[in-house]
């Protein structure tokens, strides 16, 4: 059973900080993995999406890694802005579109 | 990307009513789903709707206390049952694209039960 671990549970920075949030998953055998921003109370906003032949994807100050081999990603995020303060969630889809989430990362930037 | 609509966006409710929460999408989609967020917690899926026919279920969720509806390829319903302040979660709404390879998700509609 796929399990997606992500690390830290929580984080805290200063506005301006660059910042790496990581994922990992115990079932290398995906065909994608996507990083999700999810607001207080609300729905999520899909961010970036690595096929599982990518090792990087990137959006503005946004950039994510993945390591299938390793089981790991990472999401970058330079000069880290209070918009965007948020719960970051890594998700690997795997099977038949079974999407397994992690249980994200608080991120708080504050001014 | 397609886009979903979520009904209600929040609702408080007693302990033993029901909720119906409808999911419209703005073009045919063969794949939709349901997700349960419990407070502090990540995703869960529910069930994955399917036009036509019953819902699947993953296991700790069964048909009586999450009735499903897909009458059509852009919506479906699904109904909280006798609920209990357990129920207490944010439920959302997904739907399939690119084969089954990308998933976009509705708003979300919060439950509080009282």
């Known amino acids: 059973k796929q399990e997606v671990t992500q690390i830290p549970a929580a984080l805290s920075v200063p506005e301006g900080e660059n910042l790496v949030l990581n994922c990992s998953f115990t079932?290398?055998?995906?065909?994608?993995l996507q990083w999700f921003r999810q607001d207080p109370g609300k729905g999520l906003t899909s961010l970036l999406l690595i096929q599982s032949s990518q090792r990087e994807q990137t959006s503005g100050r946004l950039n994510a890694s993945l390591d299938k081999s390793s089981g790991r990603s990472t999401l970058y995020i330079a000069a880290s802005q209070p918009g965007d303060s948020a719960t970051y969630l890594c998700a690997v889809l795997s099977g038949y579109s079974t999407l397994t989430f992690g249980k994200g990362t608080m991120l708080l930037v504050s001014p | 990307s397609a886009v979903i609509s979520q009904k209600p966006s929040r609702d408080i409710c007693q302990r033993g009513t029901s909720l119906t929460i409808q999911c419209q999408v703005d073009s045919q989609v063969t794949m939709m789903f349901w997700y349960r967020q419990q407070p502090g917690q990540s995703l869960t899926l529910i069930a994955t709707a399917n036009q036509g026919s019953e819902a699947t279920y993953e296991s700790g969720f069964v048909i009586d206390k999450f009735p499903i509806s897909r009458p059509n390829l852009t919506f479906s319903t699904l109904t909280v049952s006798n609920l209990s302040p357990e129920d207490s979660s944010i439920y959302l709404c997904s739907v399939a694209e690119g084969g089954g390879n990308i998933q976009y998700f509705g708003a979300g509609t919060r439950l509080s039960v009282l």
């Open positions: 079932d290398s055998a995906i065909y994608n």
